[in-house]
């Protein structure tokens, strides 16, 4: 029920921008529905991601995406395991040499993934647990500045992107069930980011690709 509601939101996005679209002067604004294919071989969530694009006399574009992890690759061994992902971007387009186009911009993104396992360590009051059950959730906020390229052929675009930001991871264990004490090797190795809460700010890079067709 949830992923039709999205869907249904993001079909009347983009009949929005559409019909916006086609109210003004079609030379100033056109829109553009993208999927971002590089986003499935990302190696823990790969992930359907689309964006809806409006752009202004090539200059200027504004961007809304959502993304769901492609469970069909997913070979992790969790009770259950929602994820999504949703960004919103500003892009500027320097330099023009048909069918090129050079942007930057700025992209801000949302990442939330809520999951549960039947086994696993967790670290709480500074001491090691096994556990037979355990539900966490792991949230990033996070921006960068980016660089792209833009191919455009007719109704068809193609583009080519790398980024650099910053990030914030946080790590929250909601429940725990069955506890038992842990002594072994994670003694003095130290504990894994998902075996205990933890907020925390890194660098972020991002490359990738996009394919879009043009209204």
């Known amino acids: 029920?949830?992923?039709?509601?999205?869907?249904?939101?993001?079909?009347?996005?983009?009949?929005?921008?559409?019909?916006?679209?086609?109210?003004?002067?079609?030379?100033?604004?056109?829109?553009?529905?993208?999927?971002?294919?590089?986003?499935?071989?990302?190696?823990?969530?790969?992930?359907?991601?689309?964006?809806?694009?409006?752009?202004?006399k090539e200059k200027f574009s504004f961007s809304g995406g959502y993304g769901q992890k492609c469970y069909i690759w997913d070979n992790s061994n969790y009770v259950f395991n929602s994820y999504y992902k949703a960004n919103a971007e500003l892009l500027f387009f320097f330099f023009h040499l048909k069918p090129v186009m050079f942007y930057t911009g700025l992209n801000a993104f949302h990442i939330n993934r809520h999951y549960a396992n039947k086994s696993g360590i967790v670290f709480l009051n500074d001491t090691f647990y096994n556990y037979s059950f355990a539900e966490k959730t792991f949230e990033v906020n996070g921006a960068y500045g980016l660089l792209g390229i833009r191919v455009s052929e007719n109704h068809f675009v193609m583009e080519i992107y790398t980024g650099l930001g910053i990030r914030q991871r946080n790590t929250d264990i909601l429940n725990v069930e069955n506890l038992r004490y842990h002594s072994d090797f994670f003694e003095w190795v130290g504990p894994g980011r998902d075996s205990y809460h933890k907020i925390d700010n890194v660098w972020h890079f991002s490359l990738g690709a996009r394919i879009g067709v043009v209204f």
């Not at 999205?6 to 529905?33: C, E, M, V």
């Open 1 to 56: 029920m949830r992923m039709r509601i999205k869907i249904t939101l993001l079909i009347a996005i983009i009949a929005y921008f559409n019909n916006s679209s086609a109210q003004t002067d079609s030379n100033d604004f056109h829109f553009i529905l993208k999927w971002t294919p590089s986003k499935l071989i990302e190696p823990r969530d790969p992930t359907i991601f689309l964006n809806a694009e409006l752009v202004w």
